[in-house]
């Protein structure tokens, strides 16, 4: 009878975990609010000074699955955890976006760009309508 209960015991354990949170939360559109230059980054091409204006479409984020398009043509993909920590990327380009998404709907992170510019940027969730 007791190797029976712990056997259920196991299987409950296994097929609901106690920690699993749901990433759907952070689903929504996220607009970027603020834009802040790395101190110490710089473009590889001193001809070419890091701009500011990274004309970045909102960040999207459905079912866990991230995306951003950043300068335009560089799409980023990539997964939120639970937790709120996410990584986008794209390789073709060398971009990457890495931060985390608080529980007001704020995504503060550090994106680095094919050009070796960082950038420190915040996005916020659109209200729901």
Do not use: W
Request: charged share 20%.
């Amino acid at each position: 009878m007791t190797a029976r209960i712990v056997a259920i015991a196991v299987a409950l354990a296994v097929t609901v975990p106690g920690n699993a949170q749901p990433t759907d939360r952070f689903d929504g559109v996220y607009d970027l609010r603020s834009t802040s230059l790395v101190p110490g980054s710089g473009a590889a091409d001193e001809h070419r000074p890091c701009s500011l204006n990274l004309n970045a479409r909102p960040l999207r984020i459905d079912a866990g699955h991230a995306t951003a398009i950043i300068r335009r043509r560089s799409a980023a993909v990539g997964e939120v955890n639970a937790a709120g920590v996410l990584t986008l990327m794209n390789p073709e380009v060398s971009l990457e976006l890495t931060g985390r998404v608080d529980a007001q709907g704020v995504l503060r992170g550090y994106l680095n760009t094919v050009d070796g510019c960082g950038y420190d940027v915040v996005f916020r969730k659109r209200p729901m309508p």
